[in-house]
């Protein structure tokens, strides 16, 4: 079983349509949480980072919920643009050095459609 | 902004030969981590340093080794290669984990 789980994709979606990701992971003693976006044979970008509280940066709204270790993203009026592959990403504290290192989930894929 | 810069983009080795690559963090940040993304898989952590001093390792395999300069900057060296070592190479730097990692455009190694 894969530390970060993801739901598997692709997910095609037309222009305007609400779309949500979901994850999970297995590590309770993570403590700092990620979207990233990934363009084909591109470099991951920060999305968001994801906090207990809830978060919203225009059309993207990130939950997490510690108690069920899952996270998600819902994206709003999804343009073209959106298409990407969504990686869900999870630091672990677990390592033996001061910077905990990331791992990542397999990441879904979003295509966007007129 | 500054980004992290990697060098170079593009490298293509025959196997058995050795490769070195180049990550340049964003300043002010003093952690660095390396990533190996083989074609249509996720990120696998390869290995970190924080303040100049190794922090974590992942899979990274014996023939490969790096480190992290007096001015920050890192390298990977990369020896023996094998055709399975093709893949796109990400370094990322971080000030704090809070606020996330920034990736460089990575390094695309093919070993023919």
């Known amino acids: 079983r894969k530390e970060v789980e993801q739901d598997p994709g692709p997910f095609n979606v037309p222009e305007g349509a609400t779309v949500a990701f979901n994850c999970t992971y297995s590590n309770s003693a993570s403590q700092s949480f990620f979207w990233y976006r990934q363009d084909c044979r591109k470099e991951p970008k920060l999305l968001m980072s994801?906090?207990?509280s809830g978060n919203e940066d225009g059309r993207f709204t990130a939950q997490l919920n510690r108690a069920s270790q899952y996270i998600s993203l819902l994206i709003r009026d999804s343009k073209l643009s959106d298409s990407a592959t969504y990686l869900c990403?999870?630091?672990?504290?677990?390592?033996?050095?001061?910077?905990?290192?990331?791992?990542f989930g397999t990441g879904t894929r979003l295509q966007v459609t007129l | 902004a500054a980004g992290v810069i990697q060098s170079p983009r593009h490298l293509i080795k025959e196997k058995r030969e050795t490769a070195t690559l180049k990550c340049y963090p964003i300043p002010r940040h003093d952690t660095v981590y390396w990533y190996q993304q083989g074609p249509g898989q996720d990120p696998q952590f390869l290995i970190s340093?924080?303040?100049?001093?190794?922090?974590d390792k992942g899979s990274i395999p014996d023939r490969f080794s790096a480190q992290q300069f007096s001015d920050y900057h890192s390298e990977l060296n990369m020896s023996s290669l094998e055709l399975g070592d093709s893949a796109l190479y990400f370094c990322?730097?971080?000030?704090?984990?809070?606020?996330?990692?920034?990736f460089g455009s990575g390094t695309r190694l093919t070993v023919v």
């Open positions: 990322a730097s971080s000030h704090s984990e809070r606020y996330g990692y920034t």
């Open positions: 340093f924080y303040e100049k001093m190794q922090s």
């Open positions: 990403v999870v630091n672990d504290p677990s390592g033996t050095g001061t910077a905990s290192k990331l791992t």
């Open positions: 994801v906090y207990s």
